[in-house]
C-alpha cells in the first residue's frame, strides 16, 4: 500500500500554554532524515518571547511512519496551526526540506502580522533533480572505497562525514581525526539509516516544484549555506533564490550540508534575521 500524504498523529509538539503566552511563535521544520533535535539549541528562544513549535516527519521523534514527505501537506498544517493565533508574529525556520516547506507555509499565513522565512542548506526544487543524485552516487561510492566497505552503517557514517565539511572529508587521511570525533559526538543527533524511513522522506521530493503563482510578497527570506554543500551546490541555491526573488543568502565558507551541526551559531544568526537584526558573523 502507498504511503498516504498525512498521517494519523498531530506532527506538530508544542507547550500550548507557551503558545497561548508568547509573543512570538518559531516553527522548526527538520529536512531528509533529521530529527528535531538539531533545533535542540534554540531552546533559549524561550527566554526572548518565542514559542517553538517543532515539526516531525514521520518515522522519527515517535511519529509513525504511516505517510510520506510531502511538502503542499506539511506547508498546509503549519499555517493552519499559525493561523490559530493571528495574533502572533510567525518565524518559520526550515532546514534542509524544511526550507521550501517554510516557503510554501508562509504564502498561507493569514496576513497583518510579522511572518519571516530562514531556510538553512534548503533543498531546491525536485529535491535538487540529477545534479544531487549524481553528486550523492559518488560520494557513496567515494565512502566505500574509504572505508573499504559494503556495510550499509559504515559507509552510511562516512557519506555523514562528507555532509558534515565536503567532498575532502570522504577520503582525505587529514580529516581521520577531525572525522572520528566529530562523528562520534553526531551519534547523538544522526539518526540510523532505514531504508522504509528513507523511502517516506524521498518519495515526494522528486516532483516537487513551488507553483508559480506563490506569493511571498511582503515576507522577508534569508537561505543560509555551507559553500561546501555537496547535497544542493551553491549554484542551485541561487537559481532557487532567483525564482523567488529578493532572497539574501548568507554563505559559511568550509561548511557542509549539516550546519546546524559545525556551526550552531548559524542560529544566532538566523535569529538575528528574523528580529531585524544585523546578521553578524
Not at 516553527?27 to 514559542?51: H, Q, R
Not at 501537506?73 to 518559520?92: E, G, M, S
Not at 555532509?163 to 581521520?176: I, V
Amino acid at each position: 500500500m502507498p504511503f498516504s500524504r498525512q498521517g494519523v498523529q498531530d506532527p506538530l509538539v508544542y507547550n500550548a500554554a507557551q503558545v497561548t503566552s508568547a509573543q512570538r511563535i518559531a516553527i522548526f521544520i527538520p529536512g531528509v532524515l533529521a530529527s528535531v533535535d538539531i533545533f535542540d539549541v534554540t531552546k533559549n528562544w524561550t527566554d526572548a518571547g518565542y514559542a517553538r513549535v517543532l515539526y516531525r516527519f514521520p518515522g522519527l521523534d515517535e511519529l509513525p511512519n504511516d505517510h510520506q514527505i510531502h511538502p503542499p501537506t506539511a506547508a498546509r498544517l503549519i499555517a493552519a496551526f499559525a493561523n490559530r493565533y493571528p495574533d502572533k508574529d510567525i518565524a518559520l525556520v526550515g532546514y534542509s526540506t524544511g526550507g521550501p516547506i517554510a516557503l510554501l507555509a508562509a504564502a498561507q499565513i493569514s496576513k497583518g502580522r510579522d511572518v519571516r522565512v530562514a531556510a538553512m542548506s534548503t533543498a531546491v526544487e525536485y529535491g535538487g533533480g540529477l545534479s544531487t543524485m549524481f553528486r550523492g552516487l559518488t560520494d557513496i561510492m567515494r565512502a566505500m572505497v574509504a572505508t573499504g566497505s559494503l556495510n550499509r552503517q559504515t559507509v552510511w557514517k562516512r557519506f555523514w562525514a562528507g555532509l558534515l565539511y565536503g567532498p575532502d572529508a570522504l577520503d582525505d587521511p587529514a580529516f581521520k581525526d577531525r572525522l572520528a570525533h566529530d562523528i562520534a559526538e553526531g551519534h547523538k543527533i544522526i539518526v540510523k539509516l532505514d531504508p522504509a524511513v528513507a523511502l517516506a522522506h524521498a518519495l515526494g521530493l522528486p516532483g516537487f516544484e513551488l507553483p508559480d503563482d506563490l506569493d511571498l510578497q511582503g515576507i522577508p527570506v534569508a537561505f543560509f549555506i555551507g559553500l561546501n554543500d555537496r547535497v544542493f551546490s551553491t549554484r542551485q541555491t541561487y537559481d532557487f533564490s532567483q525564482k523567488i526573488g529578493n532572497v539574501t543568502i548568507y554563505g559559511y565558507p568550509e561548511q557542509g550540508h549539516l550546519l546546524f551541526f559545525t556551526r550552531p551559531d548559524v542560529f544566532e544568526d538566523i535569529r538575528a534575521f528574523v528580529e531585524g537584526r544585523p546578521v553578524l558573523r
